[in-house]
């Protein structure tokens, strides 16, 4: 077990990498286009790289940044608000400035640009990406949509019973299908790898946020994989929906798929979470063992019925129509 957790972490820091070199042998490069280069490879953007605000508002200040830094009283500023979009126009490195010694020169357009520190311009936007967006949304929202779900289930839980009638969930009493299992096992496994890549090689985390894609073949090979496991799952998700929908009523199934939901958001922050402290690796193999066995046991179907070909356990009565089945 031991070996199995160090070659993966060995994987992780071998095989995480962009691949950014050939510019020190390029001997026809300016030393400001190398120092665009080598800041480019540390922060991430450079000139021209699109910025989207997703803040109130962010104040530019129109005077170039100097060693002797004017008070904000004594600068003159631009504002420029959320939906803008933004473009870098020019970097500035200040290393006397104790605040931040990185300024940053945007431009909204002709009329409206200035400087600003790096760390607050990074606090209010976003690269201008959907991909990038998106992960900013998911990263900060993704605790209250579980919440929000969780009650849903729940009260849709209570509701089934008091009116006395089954309730299909998956692990716990599941169709006859492999599909949720297969998704379930899908987002945890996700869920564990995208936790060692923040944990191990955040910056390689970092740099996808800037540079989002989703070609998994453009990618390092651990990035790959964890984009080839996010196409994965949307293909699962949809083979589940409509398996569930063939084989329950749209009211069970309305039910089942908000439970799946739920289950998968579960997993999600579970192995998230447990991976960061070392316990989601054994934690994912001992939940994908017990879910395996329990789908073989008590849910997998082998046979068809041969009147209303629904998917059956066992050859005798269908439950479904009556049939018998021999």
């Given at each position: 077990m031991k070996r199995f957790f160090g070659g993966l972490v060995l994987l992780l820091f071998t095989s995480c990498y962009y691949q950014r070199g050939g510019y020190e042998d390029q001997w026809d490069l300016t030393e400001s286009t190398l120092d665009s280069l080598d800041f480019a490879a540390t922060h991430h953007y450079t000139d021209n790289f699109n910025?989207?605000?997703?803040?109130?508002?962010?104040?530019?200040?129109?005077?170039?940044?100097?060693?002797?830094?004017?008070?904000?009283?004594?600068?003159?500023?631009?504002?420029?608000?959320?939906?803008?979009?933004?473009?870098?126009?020019?970097?500035?490195?200040?290393?006397?400035?104790?605040?931040?010694?990185?300024?940053?020169?945007?431009?909204?357009?002709?009329?409206?640009?200035?400087?600003?520190?790096?760390?607050?311009?990074?606090?209010?936007?976003?690269?201008?990406?959907?991909?990038?967006?998106?992960?900013?949304?998911?990263?900060?929202?993704?605790?209250?949509?579980?919440?929000?779900l969780l009650s849903v289930v729940s009260v849709a839980y209570v509701i089934r019973r008091m009116m006395r009638k089954r309730f299909?969930?998956?692990?716990?009493?599941?169709?006859?299908?492999?599909?949720?299992?297969?998704?379930?096992?899908?987002?945890?496994?996700?869920?564990?790898?995208?936790?060692?890549?923040?944990?191990?090689?955040?910056?390689?985390?970092?740099?996808?946020?800037?540079?989002?894609?989703?070609?998994?073949?453009?990618?390092?090979?651990?990035?790959?994989?964890?984009?080839a496991l996010v196409w994965l799952i949307l293909?699962?998700?949809?083979?589940?929906?409509?398996?569930?929908?063939?084989?329950?009523?749209?009211?069970?199934?309305?039910?089942?798929?908000?439970?799946?939901?739920?289950?998968?958001?579960?997993?999600y922050l579970f192995f998230s979470i447990a991976t960061l402290y070392y316990v989601g690796y054994p934690c994912l193999l001992l939940y994908a063992g017990v879910a395996l066995w329990r789908y073989y046991m008590y849910s997998r179907c082998d046979y068809l019925c041969g009147r209303c070909g629904a998917k059956i356990r066992r050859k005798g009565r269908c439950p479904h129509c009556g049939a018998l089945n021999e």
């Open positions: 910025f989207y605000v997703i803040g109130d508002s962010l104040l530019l200040q129109e005077q170039r940044p100097l060693h002797n830094l004017p008070s904000p009283e004594q600068a003159s500023v631009k504002t420029v608000y959320k939906r803008d979009r933004l473009v870098v126009a020019d970097i500035a490195v200040i290393p006397e400035d104790s605040v931040d010694s990185v300024w940053v020169k945007v431009a909204r357009d002709q009329y409206t640009m200035g400087w600003v520190h790096e760390q607050d311009l990074l606090k209010t936007v976003v690269p201008d990406d959907s991909i990038s967006r998106f992960i900013y949304v998911f990263s900060n929202k993704h605790l209250i949509y579980f919440l929000s299909r969930m998956v692990h716990l009493d599941d169709i006859g299908s492999c599909y949720p299992l297969l998704l379930c096992l899908c987002v945890s496994g996700a869920a564990v790898l995208y936790a060692s890549i923040q944990h191990f090689v955040p910056d390689t985390w970092v740099e996808y946020y800037f540079h989002p894609t989703l070609n998994p073949f453009a990618l390092p090979p651990v990035l790959g994989t964890f984009i293909l699962l998700a949809i083979a589940a929906t409509e398996d569930v929908l063939q084989q329950l009523s749209w009211s069970e199934a309305f039910l089942y798929l908000f439970a799946l939901l739920g289950m998968c958001t579960l997993c």
